[in-house]
Nanobody, 118 residues
């Protein structure tokens, strides 16, 4: 079982930036594709950014060009750089395996809240 802890969320104005971090207790990044998911009130969880074990990345259209996923395997840490934030980006953001069911235990952490508002 691996623990994943998200941090870095907060309140930001439209057009602002945030950098989210995800720290893993094990070497999941070397064994699984990983990604950032988000869930807004009244909506289902959505995969917004993903990274393969080889480092290839992909993004959902709504965040393409604004979000960047990266990782530091030595630190067991994954990041999501979010630029030009919009109110519709408001959600709880989670990191997990892709697909999430590949994560040992198949669970979700607490996530980190991102609120974009003026």
């Amino acid at each position: 079982q691996v623990q994943l802890v998200e941090s870095g969320g907060g309140l930001v104005q439209p057009g602002g930036s945030l950098r989210l971090s995800c720290v893993a207790s094990g070497s999941i990044f070397s064994h699984n594709h990983m990604g950032w998911y988000r869930q807004a009130p009244g909506k289902q969880r959505e995969l917004v950014a993903a990274m393969t074990t080889g480092g290839a990345t992909t993004y959902v259209d709504s965040v393409k060009g604004r979000f960047t996923i990266s990782r530091d395997n030595a630190k067991n840490t994954m990041y999501l750089q979010m630029d030009n934030l919009k109110p519709e980006d408001t959600a709880v953001y989670y990191c997990n395996a892709v697909p999430w069911t590949a994560r040992p235990g198949g669970s979700w952490g607490q996530g980190t809240q991102v609120t974009v508002s003026s």
